[in-house]
């Protein structure tokens, strides 16, 4: 069973740094891409970043340019993102989702849970 | 950069009827990379369509996906209680992006 668990996320303020953390199992995780799509409260969903299966290849909304940094570890079956300089409007769930990309299909199949994120003073 | 556009914002219905939730591009979109994923709350999204009219996995055949080019719909045959939900449209082109959802809320 294909399962995405995410954590680190909590209240920080204005300005500072947290590290989420998406942890993967049933499935052969340095085989696929993955996403960081995030939602704010009552919103609809936005699509964050994206790494490819051997990190060669990362993109960024332009919304979190510059202040965050996508990763991951096969070896650990873990994907990161390192969210600096932290703003309000950053305030949402981050879902980490895994992407099913073909030559002629490209879609998320799998989510996690999501963990919350909340900048505030 | 391509906006996509879902209709109505909020669908009214009772089970049993058919819900025809639309989604339109800003620009001519491929059909083999437009999804359609429900999100209930408190739950994270979960893919229904890909590829326009493709079932994910486990998905009920009474919903379906059509469309291309500019315009998409998704259909849900005959509502079930748990259908009640938000639905949102995805293009991947340069990057992902998604429609602003459709709740499909109980009548």
């Known amino acids: 069973e294909v399962q995405l668990v995410e954590s680190g996320g909590g209240l920080v303020q204005p300005g500072g740094s947290l590290r989420l953390s998406c942890a993967a199992s049933?499935?052969?995780?340095?085989?696929?891409?993955m996403n960081w799509v995030r939602q704010a409260p009552g919103k609809g969903l936005e699509w964050v970043s994206y790494i490819s299966s051997s990190s060669s290849t990362i993109y960024y909304a332009d919304s979190v340019k510059g202040r965050f940094t996508i990763s991951r570890d096969n070896a650990k079956n873990s994907l990161y993102l390192q969210m600096n300089s932290l703003r309000a409007e950053d305030t949402a769930v981050y879902y980490c989702?895994?992407?099913?990309?073909?030559?002629?299909?490209?879609?998320?199949?799998?989510w996690g849970q999501g963990t919350l994120v909340t900048v505030s003073s | 950069e391509i906006v996509l556009t879902q209709s109505p914002g909020t669908l009214s219905l009772s089970p049993g009827e058919r819900a025809t939730l639309s989604c339109r591009a800003s620009?001519?979109?491929?059909?083999?990379?437009l999804a359609w994923y429900q999100q209930k709350p408190g739950q994270a999204p979960r893919l229904l369509i890909y590829g326009a009219s493709s079932r994910a996995t486990g998905i009920p055949d009474r919903f379906s996906g059509s469309g291309s080019g500019t315009d998409f719909t998704l259909t849900i045959s005959r509502l079930e209680p748990e259908d009640f939900a938000v639905y949102y449209c995805q293009q991947y082109g340069s990057s992902p992006k998604f429609g602003q959802g459709t709740k499909v809320e109980i009548k």
């Open positions: 049933g499935f052969t995780f340095s085989s696929y891409s």
């Open positions: 989702a895994r992407e099913h990309a073909t030559v002629t299909k490209r879609y998320f199949d799998y």
């Open positions: 620009q001519s979109v491929s059909s083999s990379y």
